[in-house]
């Protein structure tokens, strides 16, 4: 790396996909207060809705994500534009 380009906060972080369990150890600047465990280490643990192990495009599965009900929402919406 470069010196003095990167935040002094740069390390290796967990981020995991919450919809899938899936986790990936990379470095990040992100701030968090959880912490997680991977290979005997603790990390700091960044928890995620999606990534490229379960998104669609990625996975070729087509698969629904409904994060606070946002999907019911646009339903009701064009639901009233239908009719």
């Known amino acids: 790396m470069k010196a003095g ?3 002094e906060n740069y390390r290796l972080c967990i981020f995991r996909d919450m919809s899938n369990g899936e986790e990936i150890l990379i ?3 992100a ?11 603790e990390y700091p643990l ?5 990534s490229a192990s379960s ?3 990625y996975t070729g ?4 994500v409904d994060t606070a009900g946002r ?7 064009y639901a009233k534009f239908k009719k």
């Open 71 to 77: 999907v019911d929402k646009f339903r009701n919406r």
């Open 27 to 29: 470095r990040s600047c």
């Open 61 to 64: 599965k087509m698969k629904l």
């Open 46 to 50: 960044i928890k995620t809705e999606i």
């Open 55 to 57: 998104h669609p495009f």
């Open 31 to 41: 701030e968090t207060k959880d912490t997680a465990e991977m290979d005997g280490v």
């Open 5 to 7: 380009i990167h935040p």
